[in-house]
């Protein structure tokens, strides 16, 4: 994630096996959510290390 980004929510370091559709599952947050929270961020290329905003968005039904 980008220094001059700010995250309205808190970030995440990506470990292995890590996705942004399981991230969405295990942060009820949808992908189009943790996409557009991350600009920035190479969504085909995650590495571990790579930190990423998880927003904070009520989840819709």
């Avoid at 995440?12 to 992908?31: A, C, P, S």
Wanted: hydrophobic share 40%; with cysteine; charged share 20%.
């Amino acid at each position: 994630m980008a220094s001059s980004c700010k995250c309205i929510g808190f970030t995440h370091t990506i470990e292995k096996g890590d996705t942004l559709y399981l991230l969405g599952k295990k942060y009820q947050v949808r992908v189009s959510a943790l996409i557009f929270a991350n600009p920035y961020v190479d969504i085909y290329n995650l590495q571990v290390g790579d930190q990423i905003c998880i927003p904070k968005f009520r989840q819709l039904s």
